[in-house]
């Protein structure tokens, strides 16, 4: 099982990837979408695995300890919504935009990074 330190190494580099992507040029621009979805989900599982040794293995049983946990409770709205943007972006094919992706999806992101970050120190 992964350690919260290696789930915040994983999130960080996915926010890394999606940052070096010229949102105005880059033909694609849907993937930044799923790197902030995994991004979050790896700061999720980070607060898992530091506060019950307990890795999800599976989005379901993820969504479901987003739900049930009441220190996960307050970003179940972004994490489920980052999860839909990835899901329109590599399933629905839904085109993305630099102002979609400005206004809808990093504020997502760093609402969970900001719920979840305090909760690892």
Same mark, same amino acid.
């Given at each position: 099982?992964?350690?919260? %330190?290696?789930?915040?190494?994983?999130? #960080?580099?996915? *926010?890394?990837?999606?940052? %070096?992507?010229? +949102?105005?040029?880059?033909?694609? @621009? &849907?993937?930044?979408?799923?790197? $902030?979805? $995994? #991004?979050?989900?790896?700061?999720?599982?980070?607060?898992? #695995? /530091?506060?019950?040794? @307990?890795?999800? &293995?599976?989005?379901?049983?993820? /969504?479901?300890?987003?739900? &049930? !946990?009441? =220190?996960?409770? &307050?970003?179940? =709205?972004? $994490? /489920?919504? +980052? /999860?839909?943007?990835?899901?329109?972006?590599? $399933? !629905?094919? @839904?085109?993305?935009?630099?102002?979609? @992706?400005? !206004?809808?999806? *990093?504020?997502? =992101?760093?609402?969970?990074?900001?719920? *979840?970050?305090?909760?690892?120190?």
């Amino acid at each position: 099982m992964p350690t919260a %330190s290696e789930h915040r190494t994983q999130a #960080a580099l996915n *926010i890394q990837l999606a940052e %070096s992507f010229d +949102l105005t040029t880059t033909p694609h @621009i &849907g993937w930044v979408a799923t790197f $902030y979805f $995994y #991004a979050a989900l790896h700061l999720v599982d980070a607060l898992l #695995a /530091k506060r019950e040794k @307990i890795d999800p &293995g599976s989005h379901e049983a993820r /969504k479901q300890f987003v739900v &049930g !946990r009441s =220190y996960l409770r &307050g970003i179940r =709205y972004e $994490y /489920k919504t +980052l /999860k839909d943007r990835s899901e329109d972006a590599r $399933y !629905r094919l @839904i085109t993305f935009t630099r102002l979609k @992706i400005e !206004r809808d999806v *990093i504020p997502l =992101y760093k609402t969970v990074e900001t719920h *979840i970050l305090p909760q690892l120190e």
